[in-house]
């Protein structure tokens, strides 16, 4: 657990992979490329919370053990969101750092329950930002996992609903100026996820480096080997080899 939490310290943390695991062949290859380019940190959704009930749901148990081994062969760690307290027991010693997503950011008693369970080995949890949350019920929420005894919170921006999705292309806005809030208010590291922030291919360069230029401390991508082609969020994805533009 220590070797997970130096390499996040060590510098900026890259950590990328598709929105959702699709197939055995579909992860081994983007970790392939990732790899390849020095990343360490593979995300893929293996349980997607998504707003629609009638689209992919991600493969489940399946995705997570095909993430799994994907990272290993390549010498990766895995990040994947669990949805709920029961995921949490099951899995949790399969995920390197556990993800909660926007939509589980105020769930408390998750929130309670993953500090227990990680307590002990201090896994990192990757809180991902409500996209109506204010900063204080952000800071708040990684408190209740930190509280009981897990002091390994990574916040990450995601971007937020506000009157722009009235009419602007982007699927939320880009929240980067609380970067240098939160690192004013809080000493936890502050990651930044262009991708569902912008919801644009176009954007999620820029706005990474922007990020980086702000003092995030990580970035979480989506990169996927054929964007057109995924089963969710394609049209926030970059190719792998994109991201060499992030990397010099
Ligand atoms: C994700 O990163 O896979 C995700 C679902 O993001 P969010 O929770 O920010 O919507
Ligand atoms: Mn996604």
New binding site residues.
């Given amino acids: 657990m220590n070797e997970i939490i130096s390499e996040i310290e060590k510098g900026t943390t890259i950590i990328a992979g598709p929105?959702s695991v699709e197939s055995y062949q579909q992860i081994d290859e983007i970790a392939n490329k990732l790899s390849q380019l020095g990343i360490k940190f593979l995300r893929g959704?293996a349980f997607?919370?998504r707003t629609s009930p009638n689209s992919f749901q991600g493969l489940g148990e399946l995705g997570i053990h095909f993430l799994r081994e994907a990272a290993n062969k390549y010498n990766m760690y895995v990040v994947s969101?669990l949805l709920d307290s029961y995921q949490v027991d099951k899995y949790h010693n399969i995920v390197d750092v556990i993800?909660i997503?926007?939509?589980n950011m105020s769930s408390y008693q998750l929130l309670k329950h993953i500090g227990k369970v990680t307590s002990r080995t201090g896994k990192p949890v990757l809180l991902?930002r409500g996209f109506s949350a204010t900063i204080t019920e952000l800071i708040y929420a990684a408190e209740y996992i930190i509280n009981e005894g897990n002091p390994n919170v990574i916040l990450c921006l995601?971007g937020i609903r506000t009157f722009e999705q009235m009419d602007s292309m982007m699927r939320f806005t880009p929240d980067l100026a609380a970067i240098l809030e939160l690192k004013e208010r809080c000493k936890l590291k502050i990651f930044f996820?262009p991708s569902?922030s912008t919801g644009k291919t176009q954007y999620v360069i820029q706005i990474s480096k922007a990020a980086l230029l702000l003092g995030a401390s990580g970035l979480?991508i989506e990169c996927h080997n054929s964007p057109d082609k995924a089963l969710s969020d394609g049209r926030q994805s970059i190719l792998p080899e994109q991201l060499n533009e992030i990397l010099i």
């Fill in positions: 929105c959704g997607k919370p969101e993800q997503g926007s939509r991902k995601r996820d569902h979480l």
